[in-house]
């Protein structure tokens, strides 16, 4: 069986191997962006470190702006800190850029379902498609 919109690359054989793991393809890459800071944020938990940190650290939430697209990671000794640091990452925006954050796209992990929270605070929760890279 072929698949004609794949194409093999004979120098960087790594493209397949890539692929073969994959469920779907991925997507292409989106033209549309947010057009000011913090306008769209996207985070995600990152699996457990195969070692711990000297502190104790086995998990990290990155948090990326879409407009700028400047990148913070956390570093997090459980996946029950996510929700504190969400909560401390929306009042660092808030005081020190004196600005609100309209919308927040994590994966679709648990720990960012926050509901009563991002309704007090006028911030939209979306979710990413499952298992999609």
């Known amino acids: 069986m072929t698949f004609p919109f794949i194409s093999k690359n004979i120098v ?11 469920k779907h393809l991925s997507y292409s890459p989106s033209i549309n962006r947010s057009c000011k800071l913090f ?3 996207h985070m995600d938990i990152w699996v457990p470190f195969s070692k711990i940190s ?8 990155t948090i990326v702006d879409d407009f700028s697209r ?3 990671a956390v570093l997090l000794k459980s996946k029950s ?12 925006i808030e005081t020190q850029f004196h ?3 309209k919308c927040i796209r994590p994966d679709n992990g648990l720990e ?11 911030i ?3 979710t990413s498609c499952v298992y999609t890279p």
């Open 70 to 72: 400047f990148t913070w």
């Open 54 to 61: 000297i502190h104790g650290h086995k998990y990290f939430l």
């Open 81 to 92: 800190e996510v929700q504190m640091h969400v909560q401390n990452f929306v009042a660092l």
């Open 12 to 22: 960087d054989n790594w493209d397949i191997c890539h692929l073969a793991k994959q």
């Open 99 to 101: 600005t609100t954050i």
């Open 39 to 41: 306008d769209l944020v």
């Open 124 to 126: 939209l929760h979306q």
């Open 112 to 122: 960012f379902f926050q509901k009563n929270y991002f309704s007090s605070k006028g």
